[in-house]
């Protein structure tokens, strides 16, 4: 993706780069369609006025547009970020129900919950900041699960936790599928192609006044910048596991460091 810059730099580096780039580019249109500006001027009067109506109304539309992206990322980031807290919670809670289990069995689980923990925190995430679903954890969940439905419980106390634990591992499932999920989820390109146009558009309908050099560049300049600013962080909020505004793994580390660390 040709916005895939953005997630290898720093906030201000991402917000400093992309202003810079729209502004530059409003300004050199802005004095590239002067003379044409000038001769539609003389030929249209009141083009001000026209021009300024009709950005009013394309500005709310697109506003609208860019508002609700804006709003729908954000909204993408909280889940997510809710869903690797919800995992991480479930999994210290399998970790603590399986406490209660017989030994040797109870050793093994525990050891392969804590192996997969640090698998997320250590090799799973790095993996997801790159954009790629980790595949290593596959086989640690699947030995988990078949060890706990191997198990037999002997009285009705055991039976009764071993339900809790199974059900606690269903749930840890679930969230993890929800995770993986995320990492790829991204903003379809048909939508990032309707707000840079809409952003063409803003930019064009600006050059189309006719007014003083000074005070077209000032207008210009501030319509660009806000442009570049909303874009910029729809583009930080994108993708929940990648770039500077990203979910960090200190869900899974405050339960291993709790619960799990020898």
């Known amino acids: 993706m040709i916005f895939d810059w953005v997630n290898s730099v720093s906030i201000i580096t991402a917000f400093t780069v992309t202003t810079l780039v729209f502004v530059a580019f409003c300004w050199l249109g802005t004095f590239a369609s002067r003379p044409l500006v000038k001769s539609l001027a003389k030929r249209q009067p009141g083009l001000n006025e026209t021009v300024g109506d009709f950005l009013q109304y394309f500005g709310v539309i697109y506003g609208l547009l860019v ?5 729908a990322a954000y909204q993408n980031l909280s889940d997510v970020d809710k869903t690797v807290g919800n995992e991480a919670a479930s999994l210290g809670a399998l970790y ?17 919950i804590r192996d997969y923990t640090r698998f997320v925190i250590e090799e799973a995430w790095p993996l997801q900041q790159k954009g790629t679903v980790p595949e290593g954890a596959v086989t640690r969940v699947a030995k988990i699960y078949e060890q706990l439905a191997a198990f037999e419980p002997q009285s009705k106390s055991q039976e009764a936790l071993h339900q809790e634990a199974l059900q606690q591992f269903n749930t840890f499932f679930q969230y993890r599928r929800q ?52 874009i910029t962080l729809i583009l930080l909020l994108d993708q929940p596991f990648r770039g500077a505004v990203s979910i960090s793994p200190d869900a899974f580390a405050l339960v291993y460091d709790q619960l799990m660390k020898n």
Request: negative net charge; hydrophobic residues 55%; aromatic residues 10%.
């Open 67 to 71: 508002g609700l992206l804006a709003v």
């Open 96 to 112: 603590r129900d399986v406490g209660v289990y017989p030994e040797p069995l109870r050793s093994e689980l525990q050891g392969q």
């Open 179 to 230: 995770r993986l999920q995320s990492v790829t989820e991204i903003i379809p390109p048909v939508l990032w192609y309707t707000v840079l146009v809409g952003a063409l558009v803003n930019m064009m309908l600006i050059w189309l006044f006719d007014l003083r050099l000074g005070i077209h560049l000032l207008l210009g300049g501030f319509l660009s910048f806000f442009l570049a600013t909303m």
